[in-house]
């Protein structure tokens, strides 16, 4: 079992950043392909980025490319997500998502409310 802690959201105006942090603790991520989805209301879940185990590889939805960074830090069991330039669609529930390299066993987090006004 992998328990994932999201921080970091909030309320922030059009233009703005944060810094979402998923951790982990007492269990080591390297061994997971860690992720970030995030939920509008009346929307489906939507991907938003995901980073390998080594980190050398990173993903990005469409909608955030260019505008948001995830990385990771394997020693200290966390993985963020830098927003820039936030837009009000933007507006969701950010939930961190953790995928199992070899079980493919996937895990999420309880999510951290983002919203950004116009």
């Known amino acids: 079992q992998v328990h994932l802690e999201e921080s970091g959201g909030g309320l922030v105006q059009t233009g703005g950043s944060l810094r979402l942090s998923c951790a982990t603790p007492?269990?080591?991520?390297?061994?997971?392909?860690m992720g970030w989805f995030r939920q509008a209301p009346g929307r489906e879940r939507e991907f938003v980025a995901s980073?390998?185990?080594?980190?050398?590889?990173?993903y990005y939805g469409d909608s955030v490319l260019g505008r948001f960074t995830i990385s990771r830090d394997n020693a200290k069991n966390t993985v963020n997500l830098q927003m820039n330039s936030l837009k009000p669609e933007d507006t969701a529930v950010y939930y961190c998502?953790?995928?199992?390299?070899?079980?493919?066993?996937?895990?999420w987090g309880q999510g951290t409310q983002v919203t950004v006004s116009s």
């Open positions: 998502h953790a995928e199992n390299i070899l079980s493919r066993r996937e895990f």
């Open positions: 007492g269990r080591t991520i390297s061994d997971f392909t």
């Open positions: 980073i390998v185990w080594s980190g050398y590889s990173t």
